[in-house]
């Protein structure tokens, strides 16, 4: 091999590293990982009790002050339509669907998930922006698809604390 | 039949249309210190793709907040 080949060689193996090293370090430093949890429900009797009941469904605030947002997923809407979040608090997605695999993505954040029927797709994020975030379904799911979306709002955090139970799962004007 | 081919020229069937020859001292010379005009196109390439690569990574994706 000729030494120049060897000299270039070199400086890809050097790149690739320091690429490598990069995604390394910040996955290290920033909790940054593609959600990867794998935990099986049972998609027919999920509505009937437990953690994906109608009452339990939407923003939960954690003994810590984290967040859960519980969501399911059917043709072709999102349950519950819009929920509500605090701005810089730690935030956890549960999400399960009922029928067919759906997709959740909140455009703007990295947040981007399947939601497979069986599976629970958990997804934990801390939003530095309020604003209101549409969440379409990104999985093609059937003829509805295209009219499949929901909201997600992060508001300022002083102002969650005021919100009622009712309004921190609802977009609707109280 | 034979019209028509002599009325077609290639472009380097006229002298003006073709590089000079070379010779072969002068090749040598030209590549006496390796291809220093591919390595320079080749690196402006790789930075480009390096400073592409560090502007989405730091810009675009890491600012769009931590998963888990």
Redesign the interface.
């Known amino acids: 091999m000729a030494r120049?080949e060897k000299r270039?060689l070199l400086?890809m193996v050097g790149?690739l590293t320091l690429?490598m090293a990069?995604?390394v370090a910040?996955t290290m430093t920033?909790?940054?990982?593609?959600?990867s949890n794998v935990e099986t429900i049972d998609p027919v009797t999920l509505h009937l009790g437990g953690e994906f009941a109608e009452s339990n469904l939407g923003t939960a605030q954690e003994p810590d002050g984290s967040l859960t947002a519980r969501i399911v997923a059917d043709q072709y809407a999102f349950v519950p339509y819009c929920v509500k979040l605090a701005v810089d608090t730690p935030v956890k997605f549960r999400l399960t669907s009922v029928d067919v695999v759906h997709g959740f993505l909140l455009p703007?954040?990295?947040?981007?998930t399947m939601v497979v029927p069986g599976y629970v797709a958990e997804?934990?994020?801390?939003?530095?922006r309020p604003g209101v975030y549409s969440m379409p379904c990104n999985e093609f799911c059937g003829n509805g698809h295209h009219g499949m979306w929901a909201r997600v709002i992060v508001v300022p955090k002083p102002e969650f604390p005021a919100l009622a139970p009712t309004e921190r799962s609802s977009c609707v004007q109280q | 039949m034979s019209e028509v081919l002599e009325r077609h020229h290639s472009a380097a069937a006229s002298p003006a249309h073709v590089a000079a020859p070379i010779s072969s001292e002068a090749a040598a010379e030209a590549l006496r210190h390796g291809p220093r005009g591919a390595f320079f196109l080749a690196s402006v390439a790789v930075l480009i793709l390096l400073a592409g690569w560090l502007a989405f990574y730091f810009l675009l994706f890491l600012p769009r907040g931590s998963i888990g």
């Open positions: 120049t270039w400086l790149l690429f990069i995604v910040s920033s909790a940054l990982h593609p959600p703007a954040t990295n947040v981007n997804v934990r994020t801390r939003f530095t």
